[in-house]
């Protein structure tokens, strides 16, 4: 049976440009980061703090598992601009691909990089906190969370490398933002009564935020209306970043940049 084009764009974006060194170390850096700050922090986080219970490593992993989202996006625009630095966009649109077909290979590569990077991140933290006890409703959430997260930042690189023409900006770019919307989020720490209040506003304005306060909901089983708030922020960021991505490739050059 042959695939249909996006499907076989998929299959060609993780054969030749995915390479099991750089999976490693994609997946294997983030699952350092659960093990080492899991089993550093957890003996200097009291009870009192504003993590699960004191548990840190139970606060952390849901954390990671939608950091993944952010690191599937990184893959999405890094496949594209390869793609654009090596003429290979300018062959796929002269072959029996569309514009379109070619995007939603790379928002599906996304997506499944993304849930793959979770289930890892699940494994990783099993020894320490457990299987997490997600009933049928947090598991729809955490999917619907991934799956929104992974359009949005997959959409934004798409975007921004759809108007550049220069590798050092673009990854120059992409650097920085990976940096701030990890570190100016609650994937690694809360908000509390004692963070500045300039931070608590550039931490509520982070995208990732909403994602990572909904599957952390999730996993603690306090799902509630602030839930569907967050994930209606993130459809509607999605559709947004997704419409503009689509619309930098009606208007993209093919041909190589530097």
């Known amino acids: ?14 054969v030749s440009n995915l390479d099991p060194v750089s999976i490693a170390v994609r997946f294997g850096q983030p699952a350092f980061v659960v093990v080492v700050l899991g089993i550093m922090f957890t003996p200097l986080i009291s009870s009192s703090d504003a993590t699960t219970g004191g548990n840190y490593m139970a606060f952390l992993v849901p954390g990671m598992v939608a950091f993944q989202m952010v690191l599937g996006g990184v893959v999405a625009g890094n496949l594209f601009w390869l793609d654009r630095r090596w003429a290979m966009v300018e062959q796929i649109f002269s072959g029996p691909f ?3 077909e070619y995007l939603a290979g790379l928002v599906v590569t996304t997506l499944i990089f993304s849930l793959a990077g979770a289930g890892i991140m699940l494994l990783v933290a099993l020894p320490f906190v457990g299987l997490p006890a997600l009933s049928l409703e947090g598991t729809l959430v955490v999917l619907a969370t991934i799956a929104l997260g992974s359009v949005f930042f997959s959409g934004l690189l798409i975007a921004v490398g759809s108007r550049l023409r220069s ?12 940096y701030f919307v990890v570190f100016l989020s609650t994937v690694y720490y809360p908000v509390t009564s004692k963070t500045p209040r300039i931070l608590a506003v550039l931490v509520y304005g ?5 994602a990572v306060n909904a599957v952390r909901d999730a996993f603690a089983g306090n799902l509630g209306p602030q839930d569907l708030i967050s994930l209606g922020v993130l459809g509607v960021l999605a ?9 930098g490739f009606r208007h993209l050059d093919p041909g190589p940049v530097q």
């Open 167 to 178: 590798a050092n900006l673009y990854f120059t770019i992409q650097a920085v933002l990976q």
């Open 98 to 100: 569309l514009r379109s």
């Open 239 to 247: 559709m947004a970043i997704f419409g503009l991505a689509a619309l």
């Open 206 to 210: 982070n995208p990732l935020t909403y």
């Open 1 to 14: 049976m042959r695939l249909p084009p996006f499907a076989r764009l998929v299959l060609r974006n993780f």
